[in-house]
């Protein structure tokens, strides 16, 4: 009897490791020392996702097939004031025609951080530095934009100019260091349709 009642307690034993976790090496990777998988990329909602308007901060001209964006990096303290507009995280996607001249009006509203804004390819996640970036269109970045001392401070203003080229999604990111991989960016979608505005 004390040996079936053994064997009965070891084979529950065995089960109780498999349901643990005892079984399959690997399966909990943060344990294990691994990096979490990385964060959605940000993109733009999927087409007829999301409501779509034209604030008061962009103007479109379809006749002279120009779009102009005024933003504002630190507008509001969400996110500890790193954020275009008030928005962060990509809650919001600026889309603009391809083929449209864009000029970005970039203000700083922050008090006390240096900002940037460029138009880079999606990307999963973002650096916490940016090592000599490329923007995805020429001139599509403003000045001094990795610096924190030399980008645009605090009531600053800089302006820039440039084609959205190509359509797909990209992001209006601050390339300040850590300011874009805690939140400072928003969606920037160039729509082969000719849709404009800003989807929330």
Not at 19 to 26: D, F, K, L, V
Not at 34 to 43: C, D, F, N, Y
Not at 56 to 79: H, K
Not at 88 to 102: H, S
């Amino acid at each position: 009897m004390k040996r079936i009642l053994s064997t009965g307690l070891a084979a529950a034993f065995s089960l109780a490791l498999v349901a643990c976790g005892g079984g399959e090496a690997g399966s909990n990777d943060t344990a294990a020392g691994k990096a979490p998988a990385p964060a959605p990329a940000p993109a733009a909602a999927p087409a007829g996702g999301g409501m779509m308007s034209t604030p008061a901060w962009m103007t479109v001209d379809e006749a002279a097939r120009t779009v102009t964006l005024d933003i504002v990096a630190g507008q509001t303290d969400a996110n500890n004031h790193w954020n275009f507009n008030g928005h962060t995280m990509g809650d919001a996607t600026i889309v603009v025609p391809a083929g449209y001249t864009v000029t970005i009006n970039l203000s700083n509203q922050d008090p006390a951080n240096f900002h940037s804004a460029a138009i880079m390819a999606a990307q999963a996640s973002f650096p916490a530095m940016f090592d000599n970036p490329t923007p995805a269109f020429a001139g599509a970045m403003t000045p001094d934009a990795t610096s924190m001392t030399d980008a645009t401070g605090p009531g600053e203003s800089d302006s820039i100019t440039f084609t959205a080229g190509t359509a797909g999604d990209y992001a209006l990111v601050c390339l300040i260091p850590a300011h874009a991989t805690t939140g400072m960016w928003m969606g920037f979608e160039v729509s082969s349709s000719g849709e404009s505005g800003v989807r929330m």
